[in-house]
């Protein structure tokens, strides 16, 4: 692990590094499990890395996918439905594991969500060529217990899942570790090591908003005056106002496409407060997923038909996204929007006499029998925690990304950190897409952090860092960009 010039671990940490082998009320040193000494390479060996992984207490198979160079297993890990006390209780979480071999550094991936169950590389584990751990989120389907008590959905539970996860499967890949993630996987990914700092050599972060101050959104209005161009921006608000001037034809047409699908709106409220949600969010969901370029493909809102129209707002915002059947899966996210992560409350001026509702909170797209309490200490307590003992964290964000609004800022307590914005892009911004200065710099210290650099590119100055470039070879399928199709609000 890297130096972590003595800090100290909170109070809450230590508590919540309680074991749960045998759920007893034991330190996570004297509970976690004994695990066979790694093999030099783990693929197929006299201790193969498969029956090494599943002799991890609680550790379970659920399928093996084949991949050229690589094994894949989708697994489960039983962890506690409360760290703090471990004996009440447990669920199974799922996670997937990318090897190559024990002997290269492992990335650890969080999206925020669901895990997705196919194979697939984060940039970091291509820069380092190693292997990749990813996380589902707690209490995303099928990773939540039962009951779900929700007061146990919190960013410090999440971060002690990962904590107690690393813990277990560290003895196998003692290589040095990474953490990484997107938008709200990068948030996760801060998240642990702010919780965790001696657990990760390096944070690698990509579009993680910053919502250190819930009700002071103003940030983000700004960004909608001047992103893109003139033109461009013109262009989608006069789609919005035409969608809510044509509310009476394009909810007939919601109507008929909530019968065809059996969508519901019982949590929104209505079918015509789920249409405002919609609408509202379509410039945001434009510049969350597109480009400048794609403003050409917006039609003039004076001339479109009710169906251009419907087509337009469908293709980007997503009609499906705030009916019962499109919430569900995003419960635990809304749920943690409205009691630590914060929302975007924008103020789109340009609807203010066409909108019946305002930008619509969290709570209205969560379970009311679900309770939920806002804590406005949790995000200032994070902020405060980069600002001043970030080591070894790169922050990448979009320039055209609404999210990037309310970034991470890092203060004169940060060392060896870093944050970075792609010129021009949108909420799928990463490192490849940076300048090239930047570019090179940011993957030399992914390099240097993951304790794979070559030779050349440890450097004390910027000057090596051209020479700085991924390990691995492209993978077209591993390699797929699966962008999360998300309202502003996820």
């Not at 699908?261 to 434009?286: I, P, Q, R």
């Not at 914005?421 to 300048?435: C, D, F």
Request: aromatic letters at 12%; a neutral charge; charged letters at 20%.
């Amino acid at each position: 692990m890297r130096n972590t010039l003595g800090r100290l671990l909170p109070v809450a940490v230590l508590i919540g590094t309680m074991g749960t082998a045998g759920f007893t009320a034991q330190t996570a040193t004297a509970a976690e499990p004994a695990a066979a000494a790694p093999t030099a390479a783990g693929q197929g060996s006299a201790a193969d890395i498969k029956d090494q992984i599943l002799a991890i207490p609680g550790m379970s198979l659920i399928e093996e996918k084949p991949h050229p160079g690589y094994r894949f297993f989708v697994l489960n890990y039983e962890q506690p439905v409360d760290h703090r006390q471990p004996w009440k209780g447990t669920f199974k979480q799922r996670v997937t594991l990318l090897h190559k071999d024990v002997s290269r550094p492992t990335v650890f991936f969080t999206s925020g969500y669901n895990v997705n169950t196919n194979p697939r590389r984060s940039e970091p584990t291509t820069i380092v060529d190693g292997n990749q751990l990813s996380m589902e989120y707690r209490f995303f389907n099928p990773s939540r217990p039962d009951p779900a008590d929700w007061s146990k959905l919190d960013i410090w539970q999440a971060a002690s899942d990962q904590h107690r996860l690393f813990t277990a499967l560290k003895k196998l890949y003692p290589k040095n570790w990474l953490a990484t993630g997107g938008s709200k996987g990068g948030m996760t990914a801060t998240y642990f090591e702010r919780f965790y700092p001696r657990d990760m050599d390096g944070v690698v972060a990509y579009v993680a908003p910053n919502d250190v101050v819930n009700k002071e959104d103003s940030a983000y209005d700004r960004f909608f005056t001047k992103v893109g161009t003139k033109e461009c921006r013109d262009k989608l608000n006069a789609v919005q106002r035409e969608a809510l001037i044509r509310r009476e034809p394009l909810e007939a047409k919601y109507t008929a496409a909530a019968a065809e699908n059996g969508w519901t709106f019982n949590t929104v409220g209505s079918l015509d407060k789920a249409f405002e949600a919609v609408v509202l969010d379509y410039t945001w969901a434009f510049w969350q997923y597109s480009l400048v370029a794609d403003c050409a493909a917006i039609p003039d809102a004076k001339t479109a038909t009710d169906q251009q129209i419907w087509d337009t707002v469908d293709s980007i915002s997503g009609f499906s996204a705030y009916a019962d059947q499109g919430l569900e899966t995003y419960t635990p996210y809304y749920y943690q929007a409205g009691t630590q992560l914060g929302s975007p409350d924008i103020k789109q001026p340009h609807l203010k006499d066409l909108s019946r509702y305002g930008y619509q909170p969290p709570r209205d797209f969560v379970p009311r029998d679900i309770p939920m309490t806002f804590k406005p200490a949790a995000m200032a307590d994070v902020d405060n925690w980069v600002r001043n003992n970030a080591n070894q964290m790169l922050f990448v964000y979009g320039q055209n990304d609404p999210w990037g609004a309310e970034p991470f800022h890092l203060g004169y307590g940060a060392r060896d950190s870093y944050v970075m914005t792609a010129p021009g892009a949108n909420h799928g911004a990463n490192v490849s897409k940076l300048l090239d200065g930047e570019k090179a710099l940011a993957t030399a210290r992914i390099l240097q952090w993951a304790g794979v650099a070559p030779a050349a590119n440890v450097f004390s100055t910027e000057k090596a860092a051209p020479q700085a470039a991924p390990l691995a070879a492209p993978d077209p399928q591993l390699d797929q960009t699966d962008l999360r199709r998300e309202s502003l609000r996820r």
